[in-house]
């Protein structure tokens, strides 16, 4: 199984290979235009579409894999309601598989929230996370910052790095990884570090 630290460096490298294949369909594009022959319509139209098919996603989902929204690293216990199945409808194109997340309930200043824990947890560690049972989790600071979906989220915390985990689900961004213990979520960058950061040099 592969380490978090693995897993971000697989992710990042993917979307490094087709912001190159990107620039490669771009400059042909631009090459057509100048060389002799020129390019023809068919074909300037078959490059801009694959152009647009690889760059569409990595600029839609661009913010949340530079910076996620603030994240309160208090540990916050989270009490497991129930699990909610995703599928993809079968009449569509999409190869992204079903999945299950873990939903929670949990108490922030005083509130109980009912929300659901972004991390995709795989079939040989939810098992463990039968109704009634508790778990560390962080919260987002804003509630509503992933909340397209109607969900919040919230993130295990590194207490529980032995679970398996096999990518994702941010309701904006959801993302598919080998299977591997740890969160990659907590590697990244959210928009509250710097202060962080500040607070902890002053």
Not at 80 to 91: E, L, S, Y
Not at 103 to 110: A, L, T, Y
Request: hydrophobic share 45%; net charge negative; aromatic share 8%.
């Amino acid at each position: 199984m592969s380490l978090p630290e693995e897993r971000l460096r697989s992710e990042r490298a993917q979307f490094g290979v087709m912001w190159i294949v990107v620039a490669v369909l771009v400059a042909w594009l631009a090459f057509g235009f100048v060389r002799e022959p020129a390019a023809s319509w068919p074909e300037r139209w078959t490059v801009g579409v694959l152009a647009l098919c690889f760059a569409t996603p990595m600029i839609v989902t661009m913010g949340y894999r530079r910076t996620l929204p603030a994240l309160n690293r208090t540990p916050r216990r989270a009490t497991v309601t129930g699990q909610v199945h995703f599928a993809v409808d079968p009449d569509s194109d999409s190869d992204m598989p079903a999945y299950d997340l873990i939903e929670v309930r949990v108490d922030i200043d005083g509130v109980q929230v009912d929300t659901t824990i972004a991390d995709i947890v795989a079939a040989e560690s939810r098992v463990r996370f039968g109704v009634g049972s508790v778990w560390n989790v962080y919260a987002f600071e804003d509630p509503a910052a992933l909340n397209n979906d109607h969900r919040t989220r919230v993130i295990l915390a590194e207490a529980h790095e032995d679970v398996v985990r096999t990518g994702y689900d941010l309701g904006t961004y959801v993302l598919h990884q080998e299977p591997g213990p740890g969160s990659d979520l907590l590697l990244r960058r959210f928009a509250d570090d710097r202060r962080a950061r500040k607070a902890a040099a002053s």
